[in-house]
């Protein structure tokens, strides 16, 4: 093995080999990612503590869809703190969102190019705003329907009592779960940006994903009927066109810039 000594500012001779080299880079990023870590951590810390001290208000915005007369019960001592902390822990996780989601792109950012940075970036605004619209959609428009249908579902032959506990996670799941994909259509758009798919690729998909919309609304929401699985289905299917307009919007782009670099080398 060949070794190399190298003289620092100081005069200080260091000696350096190819494993060192190779170790290095390594090393820099496992510090790296460490400080990332680090940083969301505290930025969850904050976020969840400041949640508790929100997480009585919280549960009964979740709540107040229900419907009206509803009675939830606790039947285990620790019940009530246990979903308290976990609306704490899933409010401290959102609000943290755009510190974490950041954080990631620092870290991964060394690896992109100039190009796919500002890609991210000018999506980034977007992501948040389409994941908040999702959850909009969700609690005032697909949880209402669902719930009575779950609550007054054989009603007339026992009297619905509901665990909070349970009550807090198909509600906190159906809200996260629409929230994702709303998504759909800037997720479409950066694969046809990135080239990965294509407009028309994606128009000759548009009877598969019907189906894959049903599926996955059959998934997503807690009840079986088909309204309340329609109600999550079409806005899926239309998240799709959306995504296949912007596709071809930068699609188009990309083709254009290609076809200008072409036709001018020398730049």
Request: glycine share 4%; charged share 15%.
């Amino acid at each position: 093995m060949v070794s190399t000594a190298a003289t620092d500012s100081n005069g200080v001779q260091a000696v350096t080999s190819p494993d060192n080299e190779a170790r290095m880079p390594f090393m820099l990023h496992l510090k790296e990612l460490r400080d990332r870590i680090l940083r969301c951590v505290i930025a969850l810390v904050i976020t969840v503590g400041a949640s508790m001290a929100l997480a009585s208000r919280i549960l009964e915005i979740l709540i107040a869809p229900a419907p009206e007369g509803s009675k939830l019960i606790a039947i285990e001592i620790t019940e009530n703190i246990g979903v308290w902390f976990k609306v704490s822990l899933w409010s401290g996780v959102i609000l943290a969102m755009p510190i974490l989601v950041y954080q990631l792109f620092a870290y991964v950012a060394p690896g992109l190019t100039s190009k796919e940075k500002r890609l991210i970036l000018t999506f980034l605004p977007a992501v948040v705003v389409m994941f908040l619209a999702g959850v909009a959609f969700a609690y005032f428009v697909a949880l209402p329907p669902a719930l009575y249908f779950l609550f007054d579902f054989q009603s007339e032959l026992a009297e619905v009592t509901i665990r909070i506990e349970n009550y807090v996670s198909v509600v906190t799941r159906l809200i996260m779960l629409v929230g994702l994909i709303f998504e759909t259509p800037l997720i479409v758009m950066v694969l046809a940006r990135l080239g990965v798919v294509s407009p028309q690729w994606l128009a000759n998909k548009r009877r598969l994903w019907i189906v894959m919309a049903f599926i996955i609304a059959a998934i997503v929401t807690p009840t079986f009927d088909p309204i309340n699985q329609s109600i999550i289905a079409i806005p899926l299917i239309l998240l799709l066109e959306l995504g296949i307009l912007l596709a071809r919007m930068v699609y188009k782009k990309k083709r254009e810039a290609t076809r200008g670099q072409a036709d001018n080398p020398q730049n």
